[in-house]
């Protein structure tokens, strides 16, 4: 830590793992199975932790921004590529299909608001073939169902 000042203890409300043993299995096994759809369309391992470190950051889940940081970095993202991901849209870092995946990403993570426009979709389509699109639709949606356990339960610690 570069800081004298303490840290604070976010206190867990509920242990998911234990309350909802058969849940966190399924969760688990809906990972499992996004992650087998990932490889299946060749999405490359630093993307895919990106998107992960997107959707986690729009839903402040901060176990997860700490899990998906570390997880890019170890895939060999660069740090300012990293860091860059929450300001991806002002960021000269990332690609046409790497913005398009963030932006169906940050669309997906606020579908209530979004319900995920047909403009969003279009700019995908037109960077992934339908097996990296239905890849990455089902790597959003796991995503999204982590950081709900996470950021409703706090069951989990980020550890930095």
Known sequence: MTTN?????????????????????????????ANKELDRAGIERGLRELVRLR???????????????????????????????AVWRESPFFTARERAAFALT?????????????????????????????ALVALVVAINAWNAVGVTTRAWTPAL
């Not at 608001?113 to 969003?120: C, L």
């Open 5 to 33: 000042e303490t840290t604070i203890d976010i206190l867990t409300r509920l242990d998911i793992d234990t309350a909802a043993p058969a849940f966190s299995r399924a969760l688990e096994a809906l990972d499992a199975a």
């Open 55 to 85: 959707a986690s950051q729009v839903n402040g889940c901060a176990y997860c921004v700490a899990q998906h940081t570390g997880d890019a970095l170890s895939a060999s993202e660069p740090i300012g590529r990293v860091a860059a991901v």
């Open 106 to 134: 940050d669309t997906m993570t606020q579908l209530a608001q979004t319900h995920v426009p047909d403009a969003d979709w279009r700019e995908a389509a037109a960077h992934l073939n339908p097996s990296e699109l239905g």
